[in-house]
């Protein structure tokens, strides 16, 4: 029985690209089912962007406010879920999927299911940079035994977590743990919650599945990187994490994550005005504990 697949778009501000992706989207070997556009109140000309591309595959879900992107894939997963649909794929509005970048992560899933037994909490693909190089900040993290089913028959590799750049979750995998943190805002919700998926299996990086990432710049998240412009997401990510090692580790991983902050930024001797917000928001997130939220009896 052929599964269906939802695609789930958030977005702000960003109509230009929105379209790309869009366009990327209805050029895919296996073209998603429905297209759930996730608009973070856009003051662009997103919404005339979705009036022009309306359809019955095209859901444009415009929220009241600005809820980040945590809120927004949020939102978004779980209309996907409430509307029945088999796997969501995720991923950003400056992403771009090759063309065959949903049918390998779809085709990676059942495959590695059929051959090893276990079923995979999720599937990423490779993301690249606008030059073709390796996108830092979408790195997915491996489990240990990472190369475990990498061979000449699977060219797989397990991981504990990845971004929300191209990734495909099962149904059975967002019934089991919920819906990500919207509370979150910004930052560390994509870590949280395929970490938290992988709690049943790990997830699978998918090498030949690939996606373009139009960032303007090439980084990763380290805090010594931070600036006056970047502090607020630094903020959120660091209340965030932190909120996440105090449920999942406890003292000892909340203490690890403080030191390895605290290197990196004085390592990069950054100014006290910059260091001290950061700090103040570990604090924070000693006393932060969002929901997490499961489906309703009547999604299911």
């Not at 939802?6 to 869009?22: D, G």
Request: charged share 25%; hydrophobic share 45%.
């Amino acid at each position: 029985m052929t599964q269906t697949v939802a695609a789930v778009i958030v977005t702000y501000n960003r109509a230009e690209k929105l379209a790309r992706v869009l366009d990327a989207l209805a050029a895919q070997t296996r073209v998603p089912d429905r297209i759930y556009v996730l608009d973070n109140a856009s003051t662009d000309s997103t919404v005339a962007l979705m009036d022009e591309r309306k359809s019955d595959s095209l859901r444009h879900l415009r929220l009241a406010r600005n809820v980040g992107g945590a809120g927004g894939f949020n939102a978004g997963i779980k209309a996907a879920f409430a509307d029945g649909f088999d796997q969501i794929w995720i991923s950003d509005d400056d992403a771009y999927p090759e063309p065959d970048a949903m049918e390998k992560l779809i085709a990676g899933l059942a495959e590695f299911e059929e051959e090893t037994g276990y079923k995979p909490s999720f599937a990423c693909s490779a993301v690249r940079w606008k030059d073709g190089s390796w996108c830092e900040m979408n790195t997915p993290a491996t489990v240990w035994d990472w190369p475990r089913f990498y061979g000449k028959d699977m060219r797989y590799f397990l991981v504990r977590s990845c971004s929300f750049v191209s990734v495909l979750v099962p149904r059975w995998a967002i019934r089991a743990h919920g819906f990500p943190i919207k509370d979150y805002f910004i930052w560390f919700d994509d870590a949280e919650y395929t970490q938290r998926l992988a709690k049943s299996y790990p997830g699978i990086f998918v090498p030949d599945s690939l996606v373009i990432h139009d960032v303007e710049v090439n980084q990763g998240v380290n805090y010594g990187m931070i600036t006056d412009k970047s502090l607020w997401k630094f903020r959120h990510g660091a209340r965030n994490e932190t909120s996440f090692r105090l449920r999942e580790q406890g003292m000892v991983g909340v203490m690890e994550f403080l030191y390895q902050v605290h290197v990196q930024m004085a390592g990069a001797r950054l100014p006290w005005k910059l260091r001290r917000p950061v700090y103040f928001a570990i604090w924070r997130g000693l006393w932060f504990r969002p929901k997490i939220e499961m489906p309703r009896q009547d999604m299911i």
